[in-house]
């Protein structure tokens, strides 16, 4: 049964970039999409970004489009996200989620988290103003 673990949060002003990482504590990422999602306090969720198992797919919210880069290291078995310009807004916890093998198009599109399989903790990112 695959486990995640985020790392990398934490405080950083507005402008600043962030790097966030997805690692497997049980099982590996191997066979998975990994995708990562944020929920600010009061609001919905919302899908950033998806990678193939394969990394064959990037995909990206159009929110986040051009700032953030999703990436694949097959040596750690980890998932990155790198964050560059944030905005206060976009403080929330940032979680990282799996899919098996491939993005499905709802969360390729960002239009559903519901379809991820397994989660992570999340981690706490706040941008300061």
């Known amino acids: 049964q695959l486990q995640l673990v985020e790392s990398g949060g934490g405080l950083v002003q507005a402008g600043g970039s962030l790097t966030l990482s997805c690692a497997a504590s049980?099982?590996?990422?191997?066979?998975?999409?990994i995708g990562w999602v944020r929920q600010a306090p009061g609001k919905e969720r919302e899908g950033l970004s998806c990678?193939?198992?394969?990394?064959?797919?990037?995909f990206y919210a159009d929110s986040v489009k051009g700032r953030f880069t999703i990436s694949r290291d097959k040596a750690t078995n980890t998932v990155s996200l790198q964050m560059n310009n944030l905005t206060p807004e976009e403080t929330a916890v940032y979680y990282c989620?799996?899919?098996?093998?491939?993005?499905?198009?709802?969360?390729?599109?960002?239009?559903?988290?519901?379809?991820?399989?397994?989660w992570g903790p999340g981690t706490q990112v706040t941008v300061s103003s």
């Open positions: 049980r099982g590996t990422l191997e066979h998975y999409a």
């Open positions: 989620a799996a899919d098996y093998l491939v993005c499905s198009p709802n969360i390729a599109m960002m239009r559903e988290t519901d379809e991820y399989d397994v």
């Open positions: 990678v193939d198992s394969d990394d064959g797919g990037h």
